[in-house]
Antibody
Framework: EVQLVESGGGLVQPGGSLRLSCAAS????????MNWVRQAPGKGLEWVSH????????YYADSVKGRFTISRDNAKNSLYLQMNSLRDEDMAVYYC?????WGQGTLVTVSS | DVVMTQSPLSLPVTLGQPASISCRSS???????????LTWFQQRPGQSPRRLIY???NRDSGVPDRFSGSGSGTDFTLKISRVEAEDVGVYYC?????????FGQGTKVEIK
């Protein structure tokens, strides 16, 4: 069974940084493309970033380009999202997504 | 970016009655491989999203057969043949053909 467990969320000041992690199990992690999707409080879904199975293809939403970096470690079955220069509008639950399966999400709160 | 427009945004339904949600894209979602990457997600209150339908009309494992997807090109529909209490939540369409991936605004299904 596919399991995705996000971690690393928390309270950060505007301009600060945070690194999210997603621990994957139940499938051959190294064979699948991965995505981060976020959901601001009470709002809809917004795709954030994509990384291919071998990390050779990466895409970002314009809203995070230049500030966020997606990466993965296939040896550790883990996906990451380094978030720098955080803004109020980055406050959201961040989900790790693969093959249509979603983790439980991790909440990022940006506030002074 | 491809704009995904859902209607209605709110859908009060009577238990046992059918429901239908429309999703329209600003560009064709037919990919160069001939597939159409239109996905439907369900998000129950307090839960992570769950994929129901992929590539327009393919139901995920464990999804009741009262859910069906149809459409082509730029015009898609999710139908629930007989709404049950557990179907309450927000439904999103998402296109997976173009970058960046984009979601519809969401349709909130509630029981009358």
């Amino acid at each position: 069974e596919v399991q995705l467990v996000e971690s690393g969320g928390g309270l950060v000041q505007p301009g600060g940084s945070l690194r999210l992690s997603c621990a994957a199990s139940g499938f051959t992690f190294s064979s699948y493309n991965m995505n981060w999707v976020r959901q601001a409080p009470g709002k809809g879904l917004e795709w954030v970033s994509h990384i291919s199975s071998g990390s050779d293809t990466i895409y970002y939403a314009d809203s995070v380009k230049g500030r966020f970096t997606i990466s993965r470690d296939n040896a550790k079955n883990s996906l990451y999202l380094q978030m720098n220069s955080l803004r109020d509008e980055d406050m959201a639950v961040y989900y790790c997504v693969v093959k249509g399966r979603w983790g439980q999400g991790t909440l990022v709160t940006v506030s002074s | 970016d491809v704009v995904m427009t859902q209607s209605p945004l709110s859908l009060p339904v009577t238990l046992g009655q059918p429901a239908s949600i429309s999703c329209r894209s600003s560009q064709s979602l037919v990919y160069s491989d001939g597939n159409t990457y239109l996905t439907w997600f369900q998000q129950r209150p307090g839960q992570s999203p769950r994929r129901l339908i992929y590539k327009v009309s393919n139901r995920d494992s464990g999804v009741p057969d009262r859910f069906s997807g149809s459409g082509s090109g730029t015009d898609f529909t999710l139908k629930i043949s007989r709404v049950e209490a557990e179907d309450v939540g927000v439904y999103y369409c998402m296109q997976g053909t173009h970058w960046p991936r984009t979601f519809g605004q969401g349709t909130k299904v509630e029981i009358k």
